[in-house]
């Protein structure tokens, strides 16, 4: 096999997503996120058991790896569709933090370029509290942030879709080969 094989590209492809989902794992922990942080550690798992499974010729843990993308993809689909307001979600709703709590997006308050100014509300001017903080001048808005890393993880999870069927054929085409 050269260099630039199914098996080499495909390692390739694992462990770009492996980077990618492990900064995006950072910034989900950072903004309290819990659903994305499930499933970016889910992401973790199975994709460093579809890079085994290209590295040790294993093709069921390179399916387990097929079939984990078409989910994945459809989650990040839906992440898109989220933070764009599509099809009747809101990102202001509290489905990304299951619930349980009502932190959101990291970005919404760390964004690029973004100058945090603290404008206290009148109800809570005279007492001890946490003022109010709104996002101004921002460079780009912290749904285009998510929707990019969203789109980026869709774009390597295709082509790792694609790389994958390739060697698991080959693997197969190779045990008929054997026998």
Partial sequence: MGCCSGRSV??????LQLITAVERQVF???GYQWAPILVNFLHVIVVI???FGTVQYKPRYVVLYIVWIVFYVTWNVFI????LDLGGLSK???YLSLGLSSHRSWWKDNGPGCESRNLPTTRWQHLESPARVSEL???LEYQYIEVMHSFLQLFISALGFV???YVVNIFSEEEDTCL
């Fill in 10 to 15: 495909l390692m390739f492809f694992c462990a």
């Fill in 28 to 30: 989900d922990f950072l």
């Fill in 49 to 51: 058991l579809g890079l």
């Fill in 80 to 83: 898109c569709c989220l933070y």
């Fill in 92 to 94: 202001d709703s509290d």
């Fill in 137 to 139: 001048g921002c460079v």
């Fill in 163 to 165: 790389f994958a069927c």
